[in-house]
């Protein structure tokens, strides 16, 4: 017969694609329930109750488990978690996003500025384009980028009367 500890040792096997850690680390394994036919029931809870990644959890979960000697066959029971267990998950999941940052390409002493306001036609585009002229004259390498979904105006304000396409390409 298969043992609640070997169980465990399984589960930290079963990584959260998202998260990037273990489903017992996670806090997301709650235990199982060993028949004396060696049916296996895990129980898991999900951060939310519609989880896309519910599926590949229940296989992954099957697939661990299911390999132990002593299972028969093994069933994975899944609830959402509560407020308090979510609030831990995601205070765990900033720490690691902390200790193990992703690379980027991006030099750590690049600042990013952004600029808005949930009202229209308050000056945001001039504001952005005088910061940007301002940090340039001063010696500074400045990238600016305009995300106003409903209409830019940096290309008009910059001058800019060609389109811009990929280094070295003749679309502009």
Known sequence: MVSPEAIENAMR????????????????????DIAEDGT???SIAL??????????LTRDVEDRVGSLPGVSRIRVQTSEMSPGQK?????RARL?????PPATEIPGRTRVLAISSGKGGVGKSS????????LANRGFTVGLLDADIAG???PRMLGAI?????PGSSRW
């Open 13 to 32: 096997g079963v990584i959260d694609p998202v998260l990037g850690d273990d489903l017992v680390d996670l806090g997301m394994y709650q235990g199982a």
């Open 162 to 166: 060609r389109r811009a396409g990929a």
């Open 87 to 91: 609030k831990e998950l995601m205070a």
């Open 96 to 100: 690691r996003a902390q200790e193990n």
């Open 152 to 154: 830019f105006s940096v």
């Open 47 to 56: 951060t939310t109750a519609g989880c896309p990644l519910r599926a590949q």
């Open 40 to 42: 296996v029931t895990v």
């Open 127 to 134: 504001v952005t384009v005088n910061l940007a002229a301002g």
